[in-house]
């Protein structure tokens, strides 16, 4: 007998006082229902409109089964497509189809992708800090917690710490986070001489650039950021710089990662066949969900490019479950960031409205355990969303700001 879809709906939730959303997809058969990502917390009442003004009306009464055919049903309907918001939320409708999916062969969803090749997921935390001694206790911190990677900042991205336009910039400049390249390369090649002489190699870091630096700086950072031997070095050159990624490749031997701003598996393609990258940092709702990543995993697989699926503050437990399936079932996994899910987060800690509420509303979390994420056994995503207690954390409608990067003189920087 058919299962077909009888209705979608979205949960919009801010427990930690980030703007999550989560897509319900009902289905025919009592109480057979799944949950998808679709979190752009900038954007979210434009996906939840994209969801139900377009997708829903789309696919109501097809058959659940079909997710490859619902899938391409979906991304080629708009005809413009591969743009951020469309693809967050078919990504939520997809990963809610792979959910149902998995509930209806009593399976998890990695079982459905081949079945599990490791026993756990390897992940790495955020650590920043103020100073190098705050940074060392929180390296500290977390090596005690099983940890072997770790993401090490000083100051978020870019060191970009003034709101306003520092003394030195040009007059009139409007407001913003004003970066300066030349310091930041300075400060995080210094940062990192002085962690390895604390802490030792045998913990593996990862620094994101998050782009904001010119490709020749890219270069200079990460040459000089060798003698360190980071794990890999994120987000070096923004989307618009990628034919650097060649040079950039033949001047350095340190390891590079790249891609959780990438809509599409095409723009990614030269950088995984030509291997100029080493691992790939995609944001899975960002490409379409669990179909399009499961694809590109395997593809990467055959340039010997390993995943590192985005895993910030801002993607529901939802979408941490998909990258923790997708990793269990991948043979080319590199490692997990896992980032904003339970305290401590230090970043996420500050803006922590409802410590714990997080966990009241998604119930049946994969488990951090000792510097490993293991997914529970249970069908589909294993996930369970508590409505009410959803209900109780409204999302805002916050001005973003901390995308308005600056240089001194007032222009805007990629952020
Ligand atoms: C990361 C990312 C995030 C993003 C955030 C944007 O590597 O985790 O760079 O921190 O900045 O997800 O909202
Ligand atoms: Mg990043």
Redesign the pocket.
């Known amino acids: 007998m058919t299962v077909k879809i009888t209705d979608i709906q979205v949960i919009n939730t801010a427990p930690e006082g980030i703007n999550l959303t989560v897509v319900k997809v009902l289905t025919s058969e009592d109480g057979l229902y799944g949950y998808g990502d679709a979190t752009f917390a900038y954007r979210w009442r434009s996906v939840t409109s994209y969801v139900l003004d377009y997708l829903k009306p789309l696919l109501i009464g097809r058959d659940v089964s079909e997710i490859t055919e619902l899938w391409n049903l979906m991304h080629n309907n708009s005809y413009w497509r591969d743009g951020a918001i469309g693809n967050i939320a078919i990504a939520g409708v997809d990963i809610a189809l792979w959910d149902i999916k998995g509930k209806m062969a009593r399976m998890p969803v990695y079982d459905l992708l081949g079945g599990a090749v490791r026993a756990g997921v390897p992940v790495y935390r955020h650590v920043d800090g103020a100073n190098v001694d705050e940074i060392v206790d929180n390296i500290a911190y977390y090596r005690e917690k099983g940890l072997k990677h770790l993401r090490v900042q000083c100051g978020g991205y870019g060191g970009g710490l003034s709101l306003t336009p520092p003394k030195g910039s040009a007059e009139g400049a409007h407001d913003g986070i004003y970066l300066d390249s030349r310091a930041y390369i300075r400060k995080t090649v210094d940062l990192f001489d002085k962690l390895r002489a604390r802490v030792g190699f045998d913990i593996d870091f990862v620094h994101?650039v998050?782009e904001r630096i010119q490709p020749s700086e890219a270069s200079e950072l990460a040459k000089l950021l060798e003698p360190y031997r980071l794990f890999f070095l994120?987000?070096p050159l923004p989307l618009t710089d990628l034919e650097c990624f060649r040079e950039l490749r033949q001047r350095t031997v340190t390891p590079l990662a790249e891609g959780?701003l990438f809509n599409n598996a095409q723009v990614i393609r030269p950088l995984i066949v030509n291997h100029l990258i080493d691992f790939i940092?995609v944001h899975v709702p960002q490409l379409g969900g669990i179909t399009p990543c499961r694809k590109l995993a395997i593809f990467c697989q055959e340039f010997g490019v390993r995943t590192a699926w985005?895993g910030?503050g801002d993607l529901s437990p939802l979408g941490h479950a998909a990258n923790i399936h997708l990793d269990m079932a991948s043979e080319n996994f590199g490692v997990q960031e896992w980032s904003g899910i339970e305290p401590p987060n230090f970043v996420i800690q500050k803006l922590r409205t409802q410590k714990g509420a997080l966990l009241e509303v998604f119930r049946g979390m994969p488990e951090f355990k000792d510097g490993f994420v293991y997914a529970n056994r249970k069908p589909g995503l294993g996930i369970e969303v508590d409505e009410k207690e959803a209900a109780k954390y409204p999302c805002n409608d916050d001005l973003t700001t901390w995308t308005m990067t600056r240089g001194r003189d007032g222009s805007l920087i990629l952020p």
């Open positions: 994101d998050h994120e987000d959780e940092r985005h910030p």
